[in-house]
């Protein structure tokens, strides 16, 4: 049947026509962008999802941030220890020459020297050793709280270091007024120095072990941001071959579709042509 009046089959070729270019247009962007959620009209329940998150991940990132700066403080503490080791194993050695009678006490007098100036260096390495302006080894304002998780759970998100329990070094390790100007004050001083030593060492091995722990927060934190990634591209990535296959599919119904909106113009003069004639 021809008509002149209303050409239907032309407004529904149109109205294909213009579905077919906006879906085109609409997998262009999500190839063009790498997303599949552009624009929240694409997919708003996705969107808020995919919205939440990527606010974990990021709180994430900086929890790993947070962890990463408290194993940074405990090297700190662990690098004084460890200087402080290689002092106490000079005192040691000190006091040994000392006790031996076979030195003087001109050499001893000399060696007492020295053994002062380390003593000094101790105390002085206990008192001033800060990480960001706090005094981390010598038990003022030396409670951490490190944030590690990305919610309030104090027992899940957070660690906790008293690190004035890390370290005793109350009157330098005992070592305030102690010499080695005799035989017998050097002897007596084996015992002040080996205890410092079982000291340092132990509070080396704490730190060591609280180290251990940070980074294994650390790769706990590394693996959820993996799954929660993972998890997001799989709700916002755009598929490369789906969309491609969707413009290729696009492109056949858009030609299809405009073969059918010029035959269907065509109709009208045809119709024409029958009442010319």
């Not at 906006?22 to 063009?32: D, F, I, M, N, P």
């Not at 340092?200 to 650390?218: D, V």
């Not at 998890?231 to 598929?239: A, H, L, N, P």
């Amino acid at each position: 049947m021809f008509k002149v009046g209303t050409n239907y089959q032309s407004m529904v070729a149109q109205r294909r026509l213009g579905d077919v270019t906006r879906h085109q247009s609409q997998e262009r962007t999500k190839l063009s962008s790498g997303s599949r959620i552009y624009e929240a009209a694409f997919d708003p329940s996705g969107l808020a999802i995919a919205t939440g998150m990527k606010a974990r991940s990021v709180s994430n990132m900086q929890a790993q941030r947070n962890v990463n700066d408290g194993v940074s403080l405990l090297q700190v503490a662990e690098g004084t220890l460890g200087v402080m080791h290689g002092i106490a194993s000079r005192l040691r050695e000190l006091a040994m020459q000392a006790a031996n009678d076979t030195v003087g006490d001109n050499e001893r007098a000399v060696a007492n020297k020295e053994f002062q100036q380390l003593t000094q260096e101790v105390k002085r390495l206990t008192s001033s050793t800060k990480f960001n302006g706090n005094h981390i080894i010598n038990g003022q304002g030396s409670t951490y709280e490190l944030q590690i998780g990305i919610h309030n759970d104090p027992q899940a998100n957070r660690l906790k270091y008293d690190l004035e329990k890390v370290l005793a070094s109350k009157n330098n390790f005992g070592l305030n007024g102690v010499n080695i100007l005799s035989k017998d004050g050097a002897r007596n001083s084996f015992g002040k120095i080996d205890s410092m030593i079982n000291e340092i060492s132990s509070s080396r091995a704490k730190l060591g072990g609280a180290m251990n722990r940070m980074e294994s927060a650390l790769q706990n934190l590394q693996i959820g941001r993996e799954n929660l990634e993972a998890s997001k591209s799989k709700i916002t990535d755009s598929d490369v071959a789906e969309k491609t296959t969707n413009i290729a599919k696009d492109e056949i119904v858009k030609n299809a579709t405009l073969s059918l909106l010029s035959q269907a113009n065509t109709r009208p003069a045809i119709a024409a042509k029958l009442i010319d004639a």
